[in-house]
Each structure stands twice: as C-alpha cells, then as structure tokens.
C-alpha cells in the first residue's frame, strides 16, 4: 500500500522560505517519478515540480527559478525547497506519484504566505 506523509507547511511572510518533505513508503521509491501539486481555494490543482527516477525536473512557470524539487532515494523522501515566496502561493501543497497506473496522494500540507 503506497503511503505518501508530507510536512514543513506553515505560515510564512512574503520573500520567506519554507522546505516541504515527503515520505514515501509501499513503493521502490528510487523507481518513481515524484510530483508536488497544490491547490489553492478557489483554483484548481496546478503541477508545481516533478522529477524522475534519474533526477530531472520539471517546473510550473509559477515557481520557476524559486522552488527546487530534490529527491533522498536512500530516505525515500521528495523535497520542496521555496524559496521568495508571495501570497499568491498559498495552498495545500499534496506530493503524488503513480503505481501501476493509480495516482497516489499525500495528505497534504498547508502552506500559508502573508503580504
């Protein structure tokens, strides 16, 4: 059973950084390509970063040159490095992956920026 447990979420201020942490287990996680949404209230659910088995990775436009995907394959964990961030990026922030065909998600976590 694939479990994925995210945390680091808070409430930050405009042009501070936080870094999201995504725990995976139930998978061979050094095989799979990892993904972080968000979703914001009110918008729909928007890929932020992806990065496959081999470390390439993929950005929204949005968060281009400020977020960094990196992944742990000896921790099975994927992080989310945020960095300026403004308010515009609030939202709960969910890590995903895909097994057999079926998208796995994350509980998600709460990530809050004030102007």
């Known amino acids: 059973q694939v479990q994925l447990v995210e945390s680091g979420g808070g409430l930050v201020q405009a042009g501070g950084s936080l870094r999201l942490s995504c725990a995976a287990s139930?998978?061979?996680?050094?095989?799979?390509?990892m993904y972080w949404y968000r979703r914001a209230p009110g918008k729909q659910r928007e890929l932020v970063a992806s990065?496959?088995?081999?470390?390439?990775?993929n950005y929204a436009d949005s968060v281009n040159g400020r977020f960094t995907i990196s992944r742990d394959n000896a921790k099975n964990t994927v992080y989310l490095q945020m960095n300026s961030l403004n308010p515009e990026d609030t939202a709960v922030y969910s890590c995903?992956?895909?097994?057999?065909?079926?998208?796995?998600w994350g509980q998600g976590t709460q990530v809050t920026v004030s102007s």
């Open positions: 995903s992956t895909v097994t057999n065909g079926f998208r796995s």
């Open positions: 139930g998978i061979i996680f050094s095989t799979k390509a």
């Open positions: 990065i496959t088995s081999g470390g390439s990775m």
